[in-house]
Each structure stands twice: as structure tokens, then as C-alpha cells.
């Protein structure tokens, strides 16, 4: 798969939030389904030979701070998976807490033997982030300066979830005029329903879907 896709040097692969508290394998806290050990290992597999190829490596971080906004123990008298008006027009779902900077359930999975960059997402106490590139305030997390720096045109995208982080992070990113491919084979959702929903919405917004 690996091989045909790849030709250029400006190409670089965005291993998204492929953390212990988002897999099976881990019994992690908001454990998306089929990420198992299999799983995690088709992706360290596939990131190591993209990188062996020459492309460059970025992973993101779902990176909160205990008191973040997206956990339902933080906003007393929700229910967790209940989605809130935080403010007008700006919703929220309430999460297991989660992905807590430094702890266990934050570690990346996935190691490469090469350099990678790695941007951490919602740290900001007060606003979640499931893109990698602009948090729900509005602020850049930086990631697009890496990729300019870097001179990356086009990126391959895969990781968790692909209904949240994977499906924010690909279409900010064709927004921001990257040409953008998605292996979903390397992806996972949290619910089949939003999850073919948000294939459907990156595809009509110009994500290539490469299914293997
Ligand atoms: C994610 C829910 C909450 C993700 C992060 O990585 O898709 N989903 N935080
Ligand atoms: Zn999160």
C-alpha cells in the first residue's frame, strides 16, 4: 500500500491522537473500537515505512489538562457521551476524562527510529481541539507553520478518531489548501453512524478516501 502511494518529498503523514487512552489494547478510557494490538501495529508498521521512505512524521496529542472543559466530571450534572451548549453556537461533547498530559493514558503508541514532530492538541483548560491545526478558541496550535516550514504540500492522514480528531484535523487541513488523502484502513471511529458520516463529509469536501 505504502509504496504506490508515495512519490514526492513534499508529502508528510499525520499519525493522529494514537494514544493509550484511545485503544482497546490499553483499556484505555475512551477505548475506540477494533484498536487492538493488530491495529497498533499496522500503524507503527505503515509510519516506519513511510518514514524509511523519506517522508516526514508528525504525530499529534489529544494533551488536556485535568480541568479541561471536555470532561463531564468538570461540568457537574451532565452525562457523560450528552452534548452541551457551551455557548451560543459553540457545543461540546461530555467525554470521559481523558488523555490527561503526563499520565499513562497520554502516551503515543507509536514509535519511529527518525525524527517526528509532535503537536499537542487541547491544552487550553477552556477549549477542546479535535483538529490538529486550530483549537475551538480559534488558536493555532502550530502545526501548519511546521508543515510550511517543511515545505509539505500534501499529507497522508490516518489515526483515532476518525468521527472527531482524524475527520477535524483532515478537513482543516484541505481547507488550509494541503492536498489531503485519508487511509481509512488505518483509522478508527467511535460509532459506526459518524463515522461513515464524516467519511462522507471528507470526501465531499475533497479528502481523497483510500480504502485498502
Ligand atoms: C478525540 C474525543 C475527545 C479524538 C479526542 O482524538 O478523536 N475524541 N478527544
Ligand atoms: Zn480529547
Given at each position: 500500500m505504502a509504496d504506490?502511494?508515495?512519490?514526492?518529498?513534499?508529502?508528510?503523514?499525520?499519525?493522529?491522537?494514537v494514544q493509550a487512552d484511545f485503544t482497546e489494547l490499553k483499556s484505555g478510557a475512551l477505548a475506540v473500537p477494533g484498536t487492538d494490538a493488530?491495529?497498533?501495529?499496522?500503524?507503527?508498521?505503515?509510519?516506519?515505512?513511510?518514514?524509511?521512505?523519506?517522508?516526514?512524521i508528525y504525530f499529534t496529542l489529544d494533551w488536556h489538562p485535568e480541568d479541561h472543559i471536555s470532561f463531564y466530571t468538570n461540568n457537574p450534572g451532565t452525562e457523560l457521551f450528552q452534548e452541551i451548549e457551551l455557548e451560543k453556537g459553540r457545543t461540546q461533547v461530555m467525554w470521559p476524562p481523558h488523555c490527561v498530559q503526563n499520565t499513562p493514558g497520554a502516551e503515543l503508541l507509536i514509535g519511529v527510529k527518525g525524527p517526528?514532530?509532535?503537536?499537542?492538541?487541547?491544552?487550553?483548560?477552556k477549549f477542546d481541539s479535535y483538529s490538529g491545526f486550530i483549537d475551538d478558541g480559534g488558536?493555532?496550535?502550530?502545526?501548519?507553520?511546521?508543515?510550511?516550514?517543511?515545505?509539505?504540500?500534501?499529507?497522508?492522514?490516518?489515526?483515532l478518531a476518525t468521527d472527531y480528531c482524524v475527520k477535524h484535523t483532515a478537513l482543516d487541513a484541505a481547507e488550509l489548501g494541503y492536498q489531503v488523502e485519508l487511509l481509512v484502513g488505518l483509522?478508527?471511529?467511535?460509532?459506526?453512524?459518524?463515522?461513515?458520516?464524516?467519511?462522507e463529509e471528507m470526501k465531499k469536501k475533497g479528502v481523497t478516501i483510500i480504502r485498502d
Open positions: 504506490e502511494i508515495i512519490s514526492t518529498e513534499n508529502t508528510g503523514v499525520i499519525v493522529v491522537d493488530d491495529y497498533i501495529d499496522e500503524v507503527q508498521k505503515t509510519t516506519r515505512q513511510f518514514q524509511s521512505q523519506g517522508l516526514r517526528a514532530e509532535t503537536v499537542q492538541t487541547g491544552a487550553n483548560p488558536t493555532h496550535t502550530g502545526l501548519d507553520r511546521l508543515l510550511k516550514r517543511d515545505g509539505i504540500k500534501k499529507l497522508i492522514i490516518y489515526g483509522c478508527r471511529g467511535i460509532t459506526p453512524e459518524t463515522t461513515d458520516a464524516a467519511i
